[in-house]
């Protein structure tokens, strides 16, 4: 699984380095979110431009990692490829997430909230 996290103005920024993201891969990803994400903090964003296909467990596994979170973290999203996108809206999962178009609009997003 290929992830990777940086801290980046106060956001944690996990970047996904997989094209696809599904049942191959689902457990994988959730165990790697776990521990990237044990450390305490505010926003983690989930940088998915890398992603070009999503299946329903990988929805499952983002939701299960947003769940995972401590109730004062968000899990925002940002860059969002247009099959991610679609699946995202088709499933009504773009309005339990904030999603943003790529990671410096979420970025920005986050300063008009903090």
Do not use: W
């Amino acid at each position: 699984m290929n992830l990777s996290a940086e801290a980046c103005e106060g956001a944690l920024v996990v970047h996904v380095g997989e094209a696809r993201l599904d049942a191959a891969i689902a457990l994988r990803f959730k165990e790697r979110m776990r521990e990237v994400t044990a450390q305490p903090g505010g926003r983690v964003l989930l940088n998915m431009s890398k992603v070009e296909f999503l299946d329903s467990s990988g929805l499952g596994a983002v939701v299960a990692v947003m769940k995972s979170l401590a109730p004062n973290r968000r899990l925002e999203l940002c860059g969002l490829t247009s099959n991610v996108d679609k699946v995202f809206r088709l499933t009504r999962m773009d309005s339990v997430f904030a999603i943003y178009p790529d990671l410096a609009a979420a970025l920005e997003g986050g300063r008009k909230y903090a």
